[in-house]
């Protein structure tokens, strides 16, 4: 219950129905905030309680100094959680593990419990086996089922033991469009003490790309697991009042151009710009000019440029698409009456104060894809051809073969060389949440098809829309036969490709690829393309927009001048262009105003939570605690509390340590924890091996998170890791010092280390961890026996993952690097100054012996909160404590 000492609860009447609201516009300084602001501002003075939220945070909130480096603490209270499957199993899995170990330290179960509205969309697992057929869909959903019904029965028990816990199941939507489509309020309402209360919608999810969601003006941003596991049990989110950077837009999109564009270039000026850490928030008469599904795409890239959020305040654009989707009339005139009576409608005509500004005007953006290893690498579509021929060589090895090669599809005879596109996936939340580019690519299929083009042999294509609302559209304005014509087939609703799960190429083409060492390529329209996420096989990964994935199906090649080069001839023999084909805005247009309606939102969302008959048929534990099967490889109960006690021990310093690995600049969450396929040679792979489990059946990392075995094995195990103790060696190996530095895998060496009581360090350069929310990078890391990852730079999430796990988080300092130190990796390290955290303060830094070498390093423990987390070993066993009383 609010304190409310000064005075903000008031009354807001809206349908004849009366709302408690907190009025931010009665404290001093509100005003001028920025839209996010605003919204952290209700929210700290919704949740006062006189000792985690009093008056002087609320006070310096509201003054707020842009100028000023942030160094006030404050706890925000998301409205409520959503998760995806592959972060959702592990979370799940933690929450009823945790309620054995309450009882195991004399606590009730029953308060191991969400506190806040939990919804998990499965959205992960389904991988593109089968494509290119009719019945694509049916099938892959069957083996989906028949390779995940352990985890499938392990949610739906959860649905029933956790209040406040739903679950959309598989073959639905993608978690984001769901989001933003059904589960986001942007107000929201409960029942507090007998009184209804509105406030803003607020969220946290475990997917990094949970801020497509701030398009429609709902501040949240991704988490890993852990994180959102303290939200769910009432814990409130550390965190420094951010630096908001103002992001103004003018003009207008050119013709020809797509969302896609758009945010391909705000990613690469936020990159550049800097932005890691803070909120971005758009502004400016550009905005009204911004539709939703651009609002959103733009949104959930956020990740990509750094940001802990990306967000467009509310306005007629954003009532306009809770219409469309289907939301009540009661709901949209709350939405529109709350945001103006608290001064968090958008004003065009009004600049909000900001840290920093940037500014773009839409008319300067152009055509564009970016690659191949990461989304700000924007390329301007005239500039691919020749930005290919430069990187390709880079990509060959000593085995790489130059020519073209036979090869069989089907019953095709065809050939497969060096920059050939083998991947072509209409997929993830990015895009195929936006009516004008999903439709721009089936009206470039249809143009296609009628001039007699076809997709090239040794291109998979794929389909995988955000939701069903996008082959519901499809169906009805009849485009649905050209995208099939092509190959684009629907093969499931999902992340599908961009998670990783793009399946197998064609054996033939996979024999090829690998025999010759071939450097090939991915297309699609998603939002990563690290390295070796995509598809084992595959070297160079490109993100572009629906219609150009289309289009580059009809190329086959990344070596193509979409300006003057063929996509093949017409049925008269002529040559035909790319601008022969591309459908123009008003086309676009005419087709999205004839075939999409409110109707179809109230119909695919009735009944979200029902499931098919598969669903309906899974044979579901009751219960309030699970019964662990002990020969699940899929879900297994993890050691987090093996042996806690009820109070934690001191923290120690770090005696003794050695190095695990050296890594260089942009190492992401997907090299530290892959999400992708699991290699029978790898210690995961022995693992299942040995728990009989077929290589068939292996299924993926991501899958596999609710088994801690096979996650820690999987730790380090992407095959494109570079681990600077060695030389020319990709994937997970190192050196073990204690056996002469011999060459082994990540995780054996893990094993003679903790065996022999040796702690371990990572050393790592800049944008450590950049990439998903994954909980498991951290987790892994922990459970390898870590002690601290030593790097030139963080990025947000991972860094808070680590301390939720106890591993410290340090960073060189004065420019410094393993490099520049001279650290070979062979030293044994010491860490002095963490028993300061001890006293309750947090050292600024912590002194480093490597050897013969000394140094300083930052501790990034960056606010009280992640202090009690790290001196009680980690996140969950804060809370634990903090429920058990």
Same mark, same amino acid.
């Given at each position: 219950?609010?304190?409310?000492?000064?005075?903000?609860?008031?009354n807001?009447?809206?349908?004849g129905?009366?709302?408690?609201?907190?009025?931010?516009?009665?404290?001093?300084?509100?005003?001028?905030?920025?839209?996010?602001?605003?919204?952290?501002?209700?929210n700290?003075?919704?949740?006062?309680?006189?000792?985690?939220?009093?008056?002087?945070?609320?006070?310096?909130?509201?003054?707020?100094?842009?100028?000023?480096?942030?160094d006030?603490?404050?706890?925000?209270?998301?409205?409520?959680?959503?998760?995806?499957?592959?972060?959702?199993?592990p979370?799940?899995?933690?929450?009823?593990?945790?309620r054995?170990a309450?009882?195991?330290?004399?606590?009730?179960?029953?308060k191991?419990?969400?506190?806040?509205?939990?919804?998990?969309?499965?959205?992960?697992?389904?991988?593109?086996?089968?494509?290119?057929?009719?019945?694509?869909?049916?099938?892959?959903?069957?083996?989906?089922?028949?390779?995940?019904?352990?985890?499938?029965r392990?949610?739906?028990?959860?649905?029933?033991?956790?209040d406040e816990?739903?679950?959309?199941?598989p073959?639905?939507?993608?978690?984001?469009?769901?989001?933003?489509?059904?589960?986001?309020?942007?107000?929201?309402?409960?029942?507090?003490?007998?009184?209804?209360?509105?406030?803003?919608?607020?969220?946290?999810g475990?997917?990094?790309?949970?801020?497509?969601?701030?398009?429609?003006?709902?501040?949240?941003?991704?988490?890993?697991?852990?994180?959102?596991?303290?939200?769910l049990?009432?814990?409130?989110?550390?965190?420094?009042?951010?630096?908001?950077?103002?992001?103004?837009?003018?003009?207008?999109?050119?013709?020809g151009t797509?969302?896609?564009?758009?945010?391909?270039?705000?990613?690469?000026?936020?990159?550049?710009?800097?932005?890691?850490?803070?909120?971005?928030?758009?502004?400016?008469?550009?905005?009204?000019?911004?539709?939703?599904?651009?609002?959103?795409?733009?949104?959930?890239?956020?990740?990509?440029?750094?940001s802990?959020?990306?967000?467009?305040?509310?306005?007629?654009?954003?009532?306009?698409?809770?219409?469309?989707?289907?939301?009540?009339?009661?709901?949209?005139?709350?939405?529109?009456?709350?945001?103006?009576?608290?001064?968090?409608?958008?004003?065009?005509?009004?600049?909000?104060?900001?840290?920093?500004?940037?500014?773009?005007?839409?008319?300067t953006?152009?055509?564009s894809?970016?690659?191949?290893?990461?989304?700000?690498?924007?390329?301007?579509?005239?500039?691919? =051809?020749?930005?290919f /021929? *430069?990187? &390709?060589?880079?990509?060959?090895?000593? +085995? @790489?073969?130059?020519?073209?090669? #036979?090869?069989?599809?089907?019953?095709?005879?065809?050939?497969?060389?060096?920059?050939?596109?083998?991947i072509a996936?209409?997929?993830?939340?990015?895009?195929?949440?936006?009516p004008?580019?999903?439709?721009?690519?089936?009206?470039?299929? =249809?143009?296609?098809? /009628? *001039?007699? &083009?076809?997709?090239k042999?040794?291109? +998979? @294509?794929?389909?995988?829309?955000g #939701?069903k609302?996008?082959?519901?559209?499809?169906?009805?304005?009849?485009?649905?036969?050209?995208?099939?014509?092509?190959?684009?087939?629907?093969?499931g609703?999902?992340?599908?490709?961009?998670?990783?799960?793009?399946?197998?190429?064609?054996?033939?083409?996979?024999?090829?690829v690998?025999?010759n060492?071939?450097?090939?390529?991915?297309?699609?329209?998603?939002?990563?393309?690290?390295?070796?996420?995509i598809?084992?096989?595959?070297?160079?990964?490109?993100?572009?927009?629906?219609?150009?994935?289309?289009a580059?199906?009809?190329?086959?090649?990344?070596?193509?001048?979409?300006?003057?080069?063929?996509?093949?001839?017409?049925?008269?023999?002529?040559?035909?262009?790319?601008?022969?084909?591309?459908?123009s805005?008003?086309?676009?247009?005419?087709?999205?105003?004839s075939?999409?309606?409110?109707?179809?939102?109230?119909?695919d969302?009735?009944?979200?939570?029902?499931?098919?008959?598969?669903?309906?048929?899974?044979?579901?534990?009751?219960?309030?605690?699970?019964?662990?099967?002990?020969?699940?490889?899929?879900?297994?109960?993890p050691?987090?509390?093996?042996?806690?006690?009820?109070?934690?021990?001191?923290?120690?310093?770090?005696?003794?340590a050695?190095?695990?690995?050296?890594?260089?600049?942009?190492?992401?969450?997907?090299?530290?924890?892959?999400?992708?396929?699991?290699?029978?040679?790898?210690?995961?792979?022995?693992?299942?091996?040995?728990?009989?489990?077929?290589r068939?059946?292996?299924?993926?990392?991501?899958?596999?998170?609710?088994?801690h075995?096979?996650?820690?094995?999987?730790?380090?195990?992407?095959?494109?890791?570079?681990?600077?103790?060695?030389?020319?060696?990709?994937?997970?190996?190192?050196?073990?010092f204690?056996?002469?530095?011999?060459q082994?895998?990540?995780?054996?060496?893990?094993?003679?280390?903790?065996?022999?009581?040796?702690?371990?360090?990572?050393?790592?350069?800049?944008?450590?961890?950049?990439?998903?929310?994954?909980?498991?990078?951290?987790?892994?890391?922990?459970?390898?026996?870590?002690?601290?990852?030593?790097?030139?730079?963080?990025?947000?999430?991972?860094?808070s993952?680590?301390?939720?796990?106890?591993?410290?988080?340090?960073?060189?300092?004065?420019?410094?690097?393993?490099?520049?130190?001279?650290?070979?990796?062979?030293?044994?390290?010491?860490?002095?100054?963490?028993?300061?955290?001890?006293?309750?303060?947090?050292?600024?830094?912590?002194?480093?012996?490597?050897?013969?070498?000394?140094?300083?390093?930052k501790?990034?423990?960056?606010?009280?909160?992640?202090?009690?987390?790290?001196?009680?070993?980690?996140?969950?066993?804060?809370?634990?404590?903090?429920?058990?009383?």
């Open positions: 219950m609010s304190k409310n000492s000064l005075g903000t609860k008031k807001l009447t809206v349908a129905k009366d709302y408690e609201i907190f009025d931010i516009s009665a404290v001093e300084g509100a005003a001028n905030l920025p839209f996010s602001l605003k919204v952290l501002l209700e700290l003075l919704r949740t006062e309680d006189g000792a985690n939220i009093t008056a002087d945070h609320i006070k310096a909130l509201a003054q707020w100094d842009p100028s000023v480096e942030p006030t603490e404050i706890q925000f209270t998301p409205a409520r959680v959503v998760m995806q499957d592959f972060t959702g199993v979370c799940v899995v933690d929450l009823a593990t945790m054995e309450i009882v195991d330290l004399g606590g009730d179960p029953s191991v419990n969400p506190l806040a509205p939990a919804e998990l969309v499965i959205d992960h697992s389904v991988i593109a086996d089968v494509f290119g057929t009719k019945d694509s869909f049916e099938q892959n959903t069957d083996i989906e089922y028949e390779r995940n019904r352990e985890r499938y392990f949610l739906r028990w959860g649905q029933g033991a956790f816990f739903k679950v959309v199941p073959g639905t939507g993608i978690v984001h469009q769901v989001n933003i489509e059904y589960l986001a309020r942007v107000v929201m309402t409960r029942t507090v003490n007998g009184v209804l209360r509105a406030y803003p919608d607020t969220v946290v475990t997917d990094s790309h949970t801020t497509m969601v701030n398009g429609l003006g709902v501040l949240g941003w991704g988490v890993g697991g852990i994180e959102a596991e303290a939200a049990l009432g814990q409130p989110v550390s965190m420094l009042i951010p630096r908001v950077v103002g992001f103004k837009l003018s003009g207008e999109l050119p013709v797509t969302a896609t564009d758009m945010a391909l270039t705000i990613t690469e000026m936020l990159r550049k710009h800097g932005v890691v850490g803070k909120f971005v928030e758009f502004y400016g008469p550009g905005v009204v000019s911004v539709p939703m599904a651009n609002r959103t795409t733009i949104g959930n890239m956020s990740p990509e440029y750094g802990t959020c990306a967000i467009f305040p509310i306005d007629e654009e954003t009532l306009r698409y809770l219409r469309l989707t289907g939301r009540s009339d009661d709901q949209v005139a709350l939405v529109e009456q709350y945001a103006k009576a608290q001064g968090m409608w958008h004003d065009p005509s009004v600049s909000p104060r900001f840290s920093e500004n940037i500014e773009l005007d839409l008319s953006v152009v055509s894809i970016a690659g191949p290893k990461r989304p700000q690498d924007r390329i301007s579509l005239t500039a691919s =051809k020749s930005s /021929e *430069k990187i &390709l060589p880079t990509y060959f090895s000593d +085995k @790489t073969g130059k020519e073209a090669y #036979s090869v069989n599809v089907g019953a095709k005879a065809t050939t497969i060389k060096n920059g050939d596109v083998v996936s209409i997929t993830s939340c990015t895009n195929t949440s936006n004008s580019v999903m439709i721009g690519a089936a009206l470039l299929a =249809k143009k296609a098809v /009628e *001039k007699g &083009l076809t997709s042999p040794w291109v +998979k @294509t794929t389909l995988a829309p #939701s609302v996008v082959t519901d559209y499809y169906d009805r304005a009849d485009l649905t036969k050209y995208m099939e014509a092509l190959g684009f087939n629907l093969v609703y999902g992340c599908v490709t961009c998670i990783g799960n793009s399946g197998p190429l064609p054996i033939e083409i996979s024999k090829a690998n025999e060492d071939l450097a090939v390529t991915a297309v699609l329209s998603g939002n990563r393309n690290f390295e070796g996420r598809s084992p096989d595959v070297k160079m990964n490109y993100l572009a927009s629906p219609p150009l994935v289309v580059y199906a009809l190329a086959g090649t990344m070596d193509h001048d979409f300006e003057n080069d063929s996509l093949g001839n017409d049925k008269d023999g002529n040559p035909v262009l790319l601008k022969d084909i591309w459908p805005a008003q086309e676009i247009q005419t087709v999205i105003d075939s999409i309606s409110s109707e179809m939102f109230k119909k969302y009735a009944t979200v939570f029902d499931g098919d008959h598969r669903w309906k048929s899974l044979d579901t534990p009751t219960g309030k605690t699970f019964e662990w099967d002990p020969k699940s490889t899929y879900v297994r109960k050691p987090y509390f093996e042996g806690m006690p009820a109070e934690p021990k001191p923290v120690t310093d770090i005696t003794g050695r190095i695990l690995a050296i890594l260089g600049d942009s190492v992401t969450t997907d090299h530290i924890s892959p999400a992708g396929n699991i290699k029978a040679d790898s210690p995961a792979g022995k693992y299942l091996e040995a728990n009989g489990v077929d068939k059946d292996f299924n993926s990392y991501g899958s596999r998170r609710g088994n075995e096979v996650m820690i094995r999987g730790t380090f195990a992407n095959i494109r890791l570079k681990n600077l103790l060695l030389d020319g060696v990709e994937g997970s190996f190192t050196k073990n204690l056996a002469n530095g011999e082994t895998t990540i995780y054996d060496a893990s094993v003679a280390y903790q065996a022999a009581g040796v702690g371990l360090i990572i050393l790592a350069g800049k944008e450590y961890g950049s990439g998903s929310s994954r909980d498991w990078a951290a987790k892994g890391t922990a459970l390898l026996g870590v002690r601290a990852v030593i790097a030139e730079s963080f990025e947000r999430i991972h860094r993952n680590l301390i939720g796990m106890g591993v410290l988080p340090l960073q060189f300092t004065n420019g410094a690097n393993a490099q520049s130190l001279g650290l070979k990796g062979d030293e044994t390290f010491s860490i002095t100054g963490v028993t300061a955290l001890n006293d309750g303060g947090i050292p600024k830094e912590v002194t480093v012996a490597a050897g013969d070498k000394t140094f300083t390093a501790v990034r423990i960056d606010t009280p909160g992640e202090a009690d987390y790290y001196r009680h070993g980690g996140i969950m066993q804060y809370v634990l404590r903090q429920l058990r009383g």
